[in-house]
């Protein structure tokens, strides 16, 4: 017997999801004292070193936002700035500090998970992984398109 799935419904339970998971991290972040377009940048930086045009086209932000966002992680001295042979470009990487700073904020987001999770079977965890990527696909494709 096939099943039909209540669009309402499933929109519905995506929003909970959603505002519950924006909660939990805004807990994270406040306890770490970070925010989201620090954590944000933290991650597109990673262990690289990146001149402001690679991170802005990765963040798909403007660069005048990026530009102040990394200036004030320079302040913080979560960013270190390198000043390439041509003075006209700089390089930006992570402080130690700042990797664990992020590193702690990811294990706090998986100690979390797998609290939450505790109770799932491997295999559970493993199709909620799978159903998840392949809605973030289908999301992503359906941006491409005009369907609305």
Request: no cysteine; glycine share 4%.
């Amino acid at each position: 017997m096939t099943q039909t799935a209540d669009m309402n419904d499933l929109l519905d339970k995506i929003s909970i999801f959603n505002n519950q998971f924006s909660h939990i991290k805004r807990v994270i972040l406040d306890k770490q004292k970070l925010n989201s377009s620090t954590v944000n940048l933290i991650s597109i930086i990673g262990n690289e070193k990146m001149t402001l045009k690679q991170i802005t086209e990765i963040s798909e932000r403007d660069k005048s936002t990026i530009s102040r966002q990394i200036n004030g992680l320079v302040k913080e001295g979560l960013v270190i700035r390198e000043t390439g042979e041509d003075k006209r470009f700089s390089f930006f990487e992570l402080s130690e500090d700042a990797k664990i700073m992020y590193q702690q904020y990811q294990e706090d987001f998986e100690q979390y998970f797998n609290y939450t999770l505790k109770g799932w079977t491997e295999e559970e965890k493993h199709m909620f992984s799978v159903l998840v990527g392949r809605a973030n696909y289908s999301m992503s494709n359906s941006l491409d398109k005009e369907i609305y």
